[in-house]
């Protein structure tokens, strides 16, 4: 079985919006911006002032399939990736690329990417406290998956991670993956009742303890409303376009309150 350690979410975004997207999920999270890296300084790093980090963004481009628009994949942090690869290949994932440096890139059975690394992290960060006296926190990745589709989606990752399935008791359209302790990003799988266009996307999503707080402040950070939604959490745009939602979830242990 694939032992998932530490789970990344990389924001891919094209030079048009790289800087508005930096300095958006910068003033979001109060995390603080990495020196560039990469061969053509395309890799940033979102930094926590205390434990590991688990947001990335990527500056992409016409070499590495990057689109006009803005983008999501995970990072899945294993002990081998070649190993972890086969595996994943084996339930069912599209081999995409195998990097002389040691990554793996795939495809889930939907098309989602990721990727398998060996970076090993293991602190995972707390809540930024801010001065409305409230916290907040990027604690999961949304995957938007038609319906066609969904039971094989949660299938996979399931089976990747070993993480168990549990469905939502209100939200039938909702099943995250219970990560282990200590993981910064959560799992979820929301089951779209629209035909999805396209492979399976993802958003990010904010867990908070005073949401029409937390979205005053996103608002004046530069976010658009979207709607704010009856069942505890708010949809907005960032200044890239890219959709994300801030939840009532509890910031601290990611479970609803």
């Given at each position: ?156 990752w399931s089976a990747l991670t070993g993480w168990p399935v549990r469905r939502s008791v209100s939200r039938p ?70 959709l994300y939602c801030v939840t009532d979830r509890d910031p601290r242990s990611g479970l609803g309150r």
């Amino acid at each position: 079985m694939t032992r998932v350690s530490w789970v990344t979410a990389f924001l891919d975004l094209p030079p048009a919006l790289h800087d508005a997207g930096t300095r958006f999920w910068a003033g979001v999270t109060g995390y603080a911006v990495s020196p560039a890296r990469g061969e053509d300084a395309e890799f940033t790093t979102l930094l926590p002032p205390v434990g590991n980090p688990f947001l990335k963004i990527q500056r992409t481009g016409a070499c590495d399939g990057g689109g006009t628009g803005p983008g999501l994949h995970l990072d899945l942090h294993v002990t081998s990736a070649p190993e972890s690869a086969d595996r994943a290949e084996g339930l069912g994932a599209e081999l995409v690329h195998r990097s002389e440096h040691g990554y793996v890139v795939l495809r889930s059975p939907g098309g989602f990417t990721f990727c398998l690394v060996h970076e090993q992290l293991a602190q995972r960060p707390l809540p930024t406290r801010w001065p409305q006296q409230h916290e907040s926190i990027v604690d999961q990745v949304s995957l938007d998956v038609a319906a066609d589709g969904y039971e094989a989606e949660c299938g996979f990752w399931s089976a990747l991670t070993g993480w168990p399935v549990r469905r939502s008791v209100s939200r039938p359209e909702l099943r995250h993956l219970v990560r282990p302790d200590g993981i910064p990003i959560r799992l979820l799988l929301q089951r779209l009742e629209e035909p999805a266009p396209g492979p399976v996307s993802g958003h990010l999503d904010l867990a908070c303890d005073d949401r029409p707080t937390e979205v005053a402040r996103h608002l004046a950070l530069g976010a658009s409303l979207v709607a704010d939604h009856g069942g505890g959490w708010t949809t907005l745009r960032d200044p890239t376009g890219a959709l994300y939602c801030v939840t009532d979830r509890d910031p601290r242990s990611g479970l609803g309150r």
